[in-house]
Structure formats: C-alpha cells, structure tokens
C-alpha cells in the first residue's frame, strides 16, 4: 500500500477533524519515511524500546495514540536524538492517533468498554457510561494493573469509564447526571478526588488505552508491540 492510501485509511477510522483543538500538528503522519507500507507495527507510545523493536522487525510504519514529539524542536539531541535516529535510518514512517481515536465510534473509549463488558451505554463528551457487572477486582484482572479506590465505592454497577486522563469535574458531573455509581479513570488529582461527586477508581493510563491499539492491530493484522511502564505496589 502507497502512504497516501494508508493515511486516508487512517483518517476514516479516526478523522483528524474531531480531535482536540490542542492536538493540531501533533496527529498524522509525523515522522515521513518509505513511501510504500508493507509491515505495519503498532503500540500505545513510541519508547525507544518500541522503535527499536519495529526496526527489528523491518516495519515500515508505525502506528502510536501518543506523539513522542509534543513540544517543538530546536535541537535534536538527548532523548530525542535516541529516538529518531533509529526511525530516520531505517526509513519508518511515524502516524500517530491521539485524542481523534478517543472520540472515534469504536475507538480508544469504545475499545475499553468492550474490554470490560459494558451495557446499554450512554456516550458522555468523552468516554461513556454504562450497565457494568464486573467487581473491582475484576476489573483490576481485565485490565491488568492494580487498581486505587477513591471514595466510599459501595457498587460498579453503573460505571461510567474515560481512558486515558479522565478525572475532569466536568466530565464527573456528567456522569453522575447520566445515573453513574462509580468513575473509571486515570491519573487522578488530589484537588479533583477531594471534589469528586461520585466514587472513582483510578487504573494506569496505559491499562485504559492500550487496548485500543490491541484491538486495532488484531483488526488489520498489525504487529502489536506491548511496552507498559514498570509499576510496582507497595502494601
């Protein structure tokens, strides 16, 4: 497949229209390599691990949620040097699809529920809320990370869920509006859990979207590259 057949391929999956305003320029094509794709690798972010891996594996495109490049460059040293050089001399194309693939219907959001089971759901501006049967610990298992309960958690049986970091108070007073017992998120805020109209549940970024890309890979018959951060809890 041409690049620029991929990349209208892409586009249709996840338009770059309906990503957040603070994404322009740091979604699409990226980092331009070979202009035909053959082997496509995918993962949630571009470590040098993961680049380094694709390279391994002769991709010619990698596809990411997470930009590596946020800020704008001035020097190419460091971290970053560390990281394009690789994608530069083997030629790999970088594509990167970030908050457009969080509001796309079956996207980062629609990934994660399904990954957990969720019923009759009501979609919120971002993330979604729906009938859930699973435990705590259940939920801890499926998304294989340790979980951190804030507030009087007494049932998940309405849950509302946002990958990604999720705890806003907008979106929690939305949930509660929309009959939520419970909020699923990530990376949450001391000032926002003191706040927080209902219980929430706070898993690892990468635990929540990850699974889109999983998915997403499994789909097209992609190479997925799992590369979570190390964690480890302390009693």
């Known amino acids: ?17 309906i990503a957040e305003e603070f994404d322009q320029g740091r979604i699409g094509l990226v980092v331009e390599g070979t202009r035909t794709i053959n082997r496509v690798c995918c993962a949630l972010d571009a470590t040098r691990s993961v680049v380094e891996q694709a390279v391994a594996m002769k991709a010619d495109m990698l596809v990411v949620h997470h930009t590596p490049i946020w800020n704008p460059v001035t020097s190419i040293t460091g971290t970053t040097a560390g990281l394009l050089r690789p994608l530069l001399t083997s030629e790999m194309n970088l594509y990167v699809m970030h908050t457009n693939f969080d509001h796309a219907e079956g996207g980062v959001n629609d990934a994660l529920c399904d990954l957990l089971s969720l019923k009759d759901r009501k979609s919120m501006s971002l993330g979604n809320v729906g009938r859930c049967r699973l ?6 298992k499926r998304l294989f990370c340790p979980l951190r309960i804030w507030g009087d958690l007494r049932t998940t049986s309405r849950l509302a869920v946002v990958a990604g970091s999720g705890f806003d108070p ?22 926002v859990a003191r706040a927080a109209p209902l219980p929430c549940i706070e898993a690892t970024h990468y635990a929540l979207e990850a699974p889109a890309m999983r998915a997403l890979a499994a789909e097209r018959k992609w190479d997925y590259i799992d590369d979570p951060p190390v964690l480890n809890s302390i009693p």
């Open 135 to 140: 435990t705590p610990a259940q939920i801890a």
């Open 170 to 191: 907008a979106l929690l007073e939305e949930a509660k509006n929309l009959g939520a017992r419970a909020f699923l998120s990530a990376e949450m805020k001391h000032s």
């Open 1 to 17: 497949m041409q690049i620029g057949a991929f990349i209208e391929e892409m586009e249709r999956v996840a338009p770059p229209g």
